[in-house]
């Protein structure tokens, strides 16, 4: 199976920061990731695919990038309800596999 | 609108069985593949199944697929898994999704546009 890992394991940053998240792949998977958004209690909400497509509806300050084994979330201009944890997960094949996930705090 | 809601978890003690049930609305089941995704407490995802948009075909994951079944009635517009020889380790709250590539295909592309509210299933003697 494909390993995908995330750092940091947690941020803190301030509103209108610029946060930049990593997911790393065990091989090679081109472009075929996506991010996602998972608030306390609720279920992941669908950001980013295909590494840099945002979804509809998506914000335009949450924007990907990579391909191959390295990939960024990046978030511009932090807002207050940015907080959470951010799942990146490998779509090349099955078992679809995802990273541990980076906790956003929002100081 | 498109929705899922996850139904049938519950506590049951190691060795047991349930059958969770994911109502579905708002979309034909002839066109996306459906999955269930789980998460134990505190932990990350993890896939744990797909049917694919014919309900013909079907894949779990290898460390589940002696124990779990997924499956469909398409004039219910209900997915299922049915667990059986339930552990501690399968504690966790099992989403229900939706893949978002629209047609017939195998299993789709594996992005999960929507998701269920979850359903918790507690392994413990």
């Known amino acids: 199976d494909i390993q995908m890992t995330q750092s940091p394991s947690s941020v803190s940053a301030s509103v209108g920061d610029t946060v930049t998240l990593t997911c790393r792949a065990s091989?090679?998977?081109?472009?075929?990731l996506a991010w996602y958004q998972q608030k306390p209690g609720k279920a992941p909400q669908f950001l980013i695919y295909?590494?840099?497509t945002l979804q509809s509806g998506v914000p335009s300050r949450f924007s990907g990038s990579g391909s191959g084994t390295e990939f960024t979330l990046t978030i511009s201009n932090l807002q207050s309800e940015d907080f959470g944890t951010y799942f990146c997960q490998q779509t090349k094949g099955l078992p679809t596999t995802f990273g541990q996930g980076t906790r956003l705090e929002i100081k | 609108e498109v929705l899922l809601v996850e139904s049938g978890g519950g506590i049951v003690q190691p060795g047991g069985s349930l059958r969770l049930s994911c109502s579905l609305s708002g979309f034909s089941l002839n066109d996306y593949s459906l999955h269930w995704v789980r998460q134990a407490p505190g932990k990350g995802l993890e896939h744990v199944a797909v049917?694919?948009?014919?309900?013909?075909?079907?894949f779990h994951a290898d460390s589940l697929k002696e124990r779990f079944r997924v499956s469909r009635d398409k004039s219910k517009k209900t997915l299922y898994l049915q667990m059986n020889s339930l552990r501690v380790e399968d504690t966790a709250v099992y989403y229900c999704?939706?893949?978002?590539?629209?047609?017939?295909?195998?299993?789709?592309?594996?992005?999960?546009?929507?998701w269920g509210h979850g359903t918790l299933v507690t392994v413990s003697s």
């Open positions: 049917i694919d948009t014919s309900g013909d075909n079907i």
């Open positions: 295909a590494a840099s």
């Open positions: 999704v939706k893949d978002r590539l629209y047609g017939p295909s195998l299993f789709g592309d594996y992005y999960f546009d929507e």
């Open positions: 091989q090679g998977i081109g472009t075929w």
